[in-house]
């Protein structure tokens, strides 16, 4: 480092170092608060944005559970929406009313939306289990087989060999479905479970 012994001399200095530097100090300056401000004017649109798009979400989700012309605003607004997480929230909603109306394959296809729409895991799962449930319920046991096979999070397996278990006994292997139940029972300590498991050789004997 030079040292300066009068003041003169740190005044020359100074003025020699803006001269050589003095511009790109500028330039940088000017970007980095261009950056700041665009960085800034973002989050504000972003924000925005999500405002926006939370008021279209509550507006299409009104009158879902009351009247018909409800639930087809909101069937709309996910076809409409198909990238937008709000819409992956709707579809798990629809799913629940189309159960409630009976209208099981209206909700298969809403959580088959919501499933291969969901970023995060669990909540993928969740749609996974649902799906399953529904298409047990239309007796596409291999569909919902592949569904429960798509589900690799540990926290979900109790629930997912339970159903398993439930897919083999309707499609009449009991074998299979004590399999299933015993390995839910593994890491699940559930009474209803237990139940069906303590059940099948009664059904075995009907």
């Known amino acids: 480092m030079e040292i300066y012994s009068t003041e003169e001399q740190q005044v020359e200095a100074i003025k020699k170092f803006w001269k050589e530097n003095g511009t790109a100090i500028i330039l940088g300056a000017v970007i980095g608060l261009g950056g700041l401000w665009g960085w800034r004017y973002y989050n504000e649109q972003r924000i925005a944005g999500m ?92 569909e919902a087989m592949s569904a429960l096979d798509g589900i690799a999070e540990d926290s979900f397996k109790a629930q997912v060999q339970e159903l398993k278990g439930d897919i083999h006994l309707k499609q009449g292997n009991l074998d299979k479905a004590r399999a299933a139940y015993s390995a839910a029972l593994e890491v699940s300590s559930n009474n209803l479970l237990k139940m069906k498991l303590d059940n099948l050789p009664a059904v075995a004997s009907v």
């Open 51 to 142: 405002d926006e798009a939370s008021n279209q979400y509550q507006q299409a989700m009104q009158g879902l559970e009351t009247d018909e012309q409800g639930f087809s605003k909101a069937l709309e607004y996910v076809k409409a929406n198909p990238d937008n997480n709000y819409a992956l929230l709707a579809a798990m909603q629809l799913a629940h009313q189309a159960v409630s109306r009976d209208d099981l394959n209206e909700a298969a296809k809403q959580l088959e939306f919501a499933a291969s729409k969901a970023k995060v895991p669990a909540i993928a799962a969740v749609a996974k289990l649902r799906l399953a449930r529904v298409q047990l319920q239309l007796e596409q046991y291999t």
